[in-house]
T-cell receptor, first 116, second 114 residues
Framework: GDSVTQMEGPVTLSEEAFLTINCTYT??????LFWYVQYPGEGLQLLLK?????DKGSNKGFEATYRKETTSFHLEKGSVQVSDSAVYFC???????????????FGKGTKLSVIP | DAGVIQSPRHEVTEMGQEVTLRCKPI?????LFWYRQTMMRGLELLIY????????DSGMPEDRFSAKMPNASFSTLKIQPSEPRDSAVYFC????????????FGPGTRLTVT
């Protein structure tokens, strides 16, 4: 079945440091890929997404490129801020033909702490 | 729109008691999802609905768990009887469609069963 593997945390960075959180996936079809972020005490919210190979999703300075050849969707940010401290989840959505069950598969999450 | 609304935000109950969690999805969204989040198991999909009809409940841990969606604007997740291992944060999410569409999550209900 589909699966998502992301780097284990926690990750601690100083403000303005470069961030990379690795994410690789296994899927049988052509999934859509997502990064969700969860701030303390809140639900998950979509950070960015990409729906086909070579697409780049971007939002709030974060970027991720859908790499089909390496089955990866790594999250990057050039300069992190204290306000970026949160848990980041990589996820994939399998193709949905209208028949069968739909599934959004999440990675285990990576906790990021940014210190001033 | 107010987003996905969940109540209560926190619930503390004793083992054996019935617990009911509530969710109001975003108006117009056809899909509603219930998730459970724990440190050990991460985020797990319990059940989801399409147009108020349960489509996949294979993630429901056991018969003590049940979920209903009597109309497009309301869903409940019930645990009866509750056990300490049910302690977790329960999220409700809704989406317009599935596939490439975003899921919008509620703030969650933190359940503690003593």
């Amino acid at each position: 079945g589909d699966s998502v593997t992301q780097m284990e945390g926690p990750v601690t960075l100083s403000e303005e440091a470069f961030l990379t959180i690795n994410c690789t996936y296994t899927a049988t079809g052509y999934p859509s890929l997502f990064w969700y972020v969860q701030y303390p005490g809140e639900g998950l919210q979509l950070l960015l997404k990409a729906t086909k190979a070579d697409d780049k999703g971007s939002n709030k300075g974060f970027e991720a490129t859908y790499r089909k050849e390496t089955t990866s969707f790594h999250l990057e940010k050039g300069s992190v801020q204290v306000s970026d401290s949160a848990v980041y989840f990589c996820a994939l959505s399998d193709g949905y033909s209208g028949a069968g069950s739909y599934q959004l598969t999440f990675g285990k999450g990576t906790k990021l702490s940014v210190i001033p | 729109d107010a987003g996905v609304i969940q109540s209560p935000r926190h619930e503390v109950t004793e083992m054996g008691q019935e617990v009911t969690l509530r969710c109001k999805p975003i108006s117009g969204h056809d899909y509603l999802f219930w998730y459970r989040q724990t440190m050990m198991r991460g985020l797990e999909l319990l059940i989801y609905f399409n147009n108020n009809v349960p489509i996949d409940d294979s993630g429901m841990p056991e018969d003590r768990f049940s979920a209903k969606m009597p109309n497009a604007s309301f869903s409940t997740l019930k645990i009866q009887p509750s056990e300490p291992r049910d302690s977790a944060v329960y999220f409700c999410a809704s989406s317009l469609r599935v596939g490439a569409y975003e899921q919008y999550f509620g703030p969650g209900t933190r359940l503690t069963v003593t």
